[in-house]
């Protein structure tokens, strides 16, 4: 399987990670799990579990870097502060790595993004707010309300456009159709351990999926089992089951 490892300059916070495999197909964005890093997808056997799609040609695949470290997951940084640190890292993604993706896969079908646990979050985000960009975002057991991760201080703008359950409950007129009309999404929780305490995934995919419902924004839930867990062995599962139908 061919895999590719390049580090691009990110905005003020040194060079991040960018991990390609495969060499043909639809281009799959993933974000890694809490402040991890673009291999970690790779060393928790989440390639295997799509190795045939990715040898097929029907996959490729693009690991990067989470910064979280950085923003939501620097708790001595106000909610805002981390949001607008956030801000940055989503520029990267857009200005940076979303042209390279475009340039290696020319005339691709539209990125799908993917991710676990907090890298949920970011496809989902990304997928709610940049639809035009990422035509379909995949959430395994993510949680979707930053002012739940430890938060404290006043918020602002800022904390509202990068929390879903926020600007999705606001969104309305003509840009609400916009996002009907290019969004996709999906979302994949468990009632197994730790989806609900203390990661708060299970509720806050079903208060998402509930929010999206309301708006008319096209997506699935999946609900899995009380075995489901918040773990790499049920992440596998659910992307090979569920990735097959978007490459």
Not at 216 to 227: M, T, V
């Amino acid at each position: 399987m061919e895999r590719v490892h390049t580090d691009l300059d990110t905005l003020g916070t040194g060079r991040g990670a960018v991990i390609r495999y495969g060499h043909w197909g639809r281009p799959l964005l993933v974000f890694a799990s809490e402040a991890g890093r673009a291999w970690d997808f790779e060393n928790n056997g989440m390639i295997d579990a799509i190795a045939d799609l990715i040898e097929g040609g029907r996959v490729k695949v693009y690991c990067v870097d989470a910064m979280d470290n950085l923003t939501w997951s620097d708790n001595s940084l106000p909610t805002e502060e981390r949001a607008r640190r956030h801000n940055a890292y989503e520029s990267w993604i857009l200005d940076t790595v979303v042209p390279r993706i475009d340039a290696d896969s020319p005339g691709h079908a539209g990125i799908v993004a993917a991710g676990c646990s907090m890298g949920a979050y970011h496809a989902v985000n990304m997928g709610l707010k940049r639809p035009d960009v990422v035509k379909v975002a995949i959430g395994l057991s993510g949680s979707y309300d930053p002012t739940t991760w430890h938060g404290w201080g006043e918020t602002g703008e800022a904390t509202y456009f990068n929390n879903p359950h926020a600007y999705v409950a606001g969104m309305e007129g003509g840009h609400l159709a916009w996002v009907r009309e290019h969004a996709n999404i999906l979302l994949v929780a468990g009632q197994g351990p730790f989806e609900v305490h203390p990661t708060q995934s299970l509720p806050g995919s079903q208060r998402l999926a509930d929010l999206l419902a309301a708006k008319q924004i096209p997506h699935e839930f999946d609900l899995w089992g009380h075995d489901s867990a918040h773990d790499w062995p049920w992440w596998r599962k659910q992307l090979a089951l569920h990735l097959p139908r978007f490459c």
